[in-house]
């Protein structure tokens, strides 16, 4: 947690340094930036991770149903949130159309599904759904961390005293996660207070005169049990804690998929898949999967060795049908490996030009070619070519990358404050935007910029301005 001075900006109106973003650079490190000190085992009875992955396909069951659905539907308005998409899904499915309006929300939140416009394309997680236990893991910390997009506020609340409350969360999720058990709602709702009250200090609000303190606070005060009720509720709607009657007052319990998750949060553990061996006989995406943790040079050792062993042109195709998939880290490193391919990539890389989610990279891979350095290439991208790119390598840091490289990612940012970023990227529409948002203020410390963020994330989710 980060405080200020009383004369400093909020952190959403900083300027954000203008550098050259070098996208696959970035995504690279997503994978490849390691911790020097041993990782450190999970708490003592924290379940395998194959039996996690269960209890978190379970609790998404009905999100892959309807996604799998949309899949199977795509086509010009498939979004089965309302009207008569929802009412076709809801038919085959046999759901509600309140299910299915709420496991759609959630399969977005989780990344099963991207929106393209009108029309819905199954993401990278679904494709992996069944055979990947660590993509089923990172969808649902998606959720996880989405977990105030998923159930709504109470609308008497101020929308303050909500953003404050979404800050205060962790600390009582730390609690519960400490307490390795059940803890009474009172007591959470004593730290949450005090855990607004610091919130407040440390962005100096306490106003310099007038009530005393206790009058001041008041109204925040009056709102809580509310706003806990909310947060409690929407934390287990995600599957991250229990709520219990119990005999005389409610209590909260983690699940061990809350437990786990606050304790990989505390730990800042990445969970990418692990590289296969034998990249040399691998598919194309198999093959760039196991060059992902490589640096650039013995990278492209193992491309030469890969195109080595096909026909130009089959490998060219195979590529590409990469880089058109869901894995944006992938996408670019599908582009590292047609930059050693050299001419005889041109004609098809050209050709993909007029694809929106290729369309950046294969200018820049273009404008290499012809000869522009790599630093300068990127001149070559509009703005809003730029910004998408910056969205897509975000989602790869996201997908495979620890919080701080994500954090990091920020200064790459074109736009000259933060405010404008978050414009920019509603603008562009790249289907992985909430995701990119809802994780990026997850990770920031600072609190100001985190609520802006949070605050874009719902506005694209629910379609506001």
């Known amino acids: 947690m980060t405080s200020r001075k009383p004369d400093e900006p909020l952190a959403r109106n900083s300027r954000l340094r203008l550098v050259r973003p070098r996208a696959l650079a970035t995504a690279r490190r997503a994978v490849t930036t390691r911790r020097t000190r041993p990782a450190p085992r999970p708490p003592e009875g924290t379940p395998p991770r194959a039996e996690l992955a269960r209890q978190a396909r379970h609790v998404l069951a009905d999100a892959v149903r309807i996604a799998r659905w949309a899949a199977v539907e795509r086509g010009a308005d498939t979004a089965p949130r309302t009207g008569p998409a929802q009412e076709r899904a809801a038919a085959a499915l046999d759901l509600t159309p309140g299910q299915i309006r709420a496991g759609w929300d959630r399969a977005r939140l989780a990344g099963l599904v991207e929106l393209h416009g009108d029309t819905a394309r199954p993401g990278w997680r679904l494709h992996a759904w069944d055979r990947d236990d660590s993509a089923v893991l990172r969808g649902w910390v998606a959720l996880f961390d989405a977990w105030s997009l998923v159930h709504p506020s109470p609308a008497a609340v101020a929308p303050s005293a909500v953003a404050e409350v979404v800050e205060a969360v962790p600390q009582v999720l730390s609690l519960l996660q400490l307490s390795q058990g059940p803890v009474l709602v009172p007591a959470l709702l004593d730290l949450l207070g005090q855990r607004v009250e610091e919130l407040r200090g440390e962005r100096c609000e306490v106003p310099a005169a007038g009530p005393a303190p206790e009058a001041a606070d008041a109204p925040a005060v009056d709102g809580l049990p509310t706003l806990l009720d909310w947060a409690l509720e929407g934390l287990a709607a995600v599957g991250a804690l229990t709520l219990d009657p ?43 999967r196991g060059c992902a943790r490589l640096t650039p040079g013995p990278a492209r050792d193992e491309y030469r060795a890969w195109l080595a062993a096909r026909t130009l042109s089959s490998a060219v195709g195979e590529l590409l049908a990469v880089a058109r998939g869901e894995d944006a880290l992938l996408r670019g490193l ?16 050209r050709a993909t030009v007029a694809e929106p989610s290729l369309r950046p990279y294969a200018l820049l891979w273009i404008a290499e070619y012809e000869g522009a350095d790599p630093d300068d290439a990127q001149e070559v991208l509009t703005r809003e070519e730029s910004t998408w790119l910056w969205v897509d390598t975000a989602a790869a840091v ?42 990026l203020a997850a990770a920031h410390p600072d609190p100001a910029l985190a609520k802006a963020v949070r605050r874009a994330a719902f506005q694209v989710h629910t379609g506001g301005a």
């Open 246 to 288: 119990g005999t005389d007052e409610r209590h909260a319990t983690l699940t061990p998929l809350g437990n786990w998750a606050v304790w990989v949060k505390l730990e800042q553990i990445c969970v990418a898949a692990q590289s296969p061996a034998g990249n040399i006989e691998q598919s194309a995406e198999d093959m760039l």
């Open 334 to 349: 599908a582009f590292e490996a047609l930059r050693v391919v050299g001419a005889p990539a041109e004609a098809e890389v």
């Open 398 to 439: 996201a997908d495979h990358g620890e919080s701080e490289l994500l954090v990091r990612h920020l200064d790459s940012a074109v736009q000259g404050t933060v405010p404008a970023l978050l414009d920019e990227i509603r603008a562009v529409g790249h289907p992985r935007t909430v995701q990119v948002l809802v994780a």
